[in-house]
């Protein structure tokens, strides 16, 4: 049972344009959400993150929109640029066993921005 | 940098035989973490610790066990390798001040690159 989903495998977009990437998710008790940046050959590093109790939170280009109604958080670049094109990954915070917690990644998208 | 150093880098190796990648740490963070990232199944969580010798099974902890004797190591072994465990693996750790103890962003080695043939 996938909780988080990507359902977009890949996405192009030209460069200067806005890129959006939608995470969808069936566990109501995340409190957190994450979006990670993958480049190949190298580990995934955060992004931006919001919490479960806002609807928005920006960081320079980046902007994540969370609808809980809906179950689904969006990533929204803009301008995009061709240094952005890597494999992004939606993840949620939930609590493990032994009172510790982990992240639930979704499949990831890979963004290709095009010069 | 949350200092994390994973080895091998790269290893190729045949099925059956046995197989451990190491996950160094030298910040001493409590929680420790395997991924195995493949095409079509992002990131999975193998096994993690909360400490020293405590450790629990993640969504795909089938042939693999872990262990970890001291805070800075936590060891991921493939007791009888087999192809469909070639994947990436991930080691994370959890740091728990700051934004990452309220979000739960976790910091990622390089990651280690396993071929079984």
């Known amino acids: 049972d996938q909780q988080v989903k990507q359902n977009s495998p890949s996405l192009s977009v030209q460069e200067g344009r806005i890129s959006i990437l939608n995470c969808d998710y069936t566990n109501s008790m995340f409190d957190y959400f994450l979006w990670y940046k993958k480049y190949p050959a190298e580990g995934p590093t955060f992004l931006i993150s919001i919490s479960s109790i806002k609807d928005k939170n920006e960081d320079g280009r980046f902007t994540v929109f969370l609808n809980k109604s809906a179950k689904h958080l969006s990533l929204h670049i803009v301008p995009s640029q061709p240094g952005d094109s890597a494999v992004y990954f939606c993840a949620a915070k939930g609590l493990a066993r032994a009172g510790s917690y982990q992240l639930t990644f979704g499949k990831g998208t890979k963004l290709s921005v095009i010069p | 940098d949350a200092g994390i150093t994973q080895s091998p880098r790269h290893k190729v190796t045949e099925t059956g035989t046995p197989v451990t990648l190491r996950c160094h740490q030298t910040?001493?963070?409590?929680?420790m973490y395997w991924y195995r990232q493949d095409p079509g199944h992002g990131l999975r969580l193998i096994h993690y610790?909360?400490?020293?010798?405590?450790?629990d099974k993640g969504e795909v902890s089938d042939g693999y066990s872990v262990s970890r004797s001291k805070t800075e190591d936590f060891l991921l072994t493939l007791e009888s390798a087999t192809s469909s465990q070639t994947s990436v693996y991930f080691c994370a750790i959890k740091k728990a001040s700051g934004r990452a103890g309220n979000t739960g962003e976790l910091f990622f080695g390089e990651g280690s690159r396993l071929t079984v043939l």
């Open positions: 910040e001493n963070h409590r929680y």
């Open positions: 610790s909360y400490g020293v010798k405590d450790t």
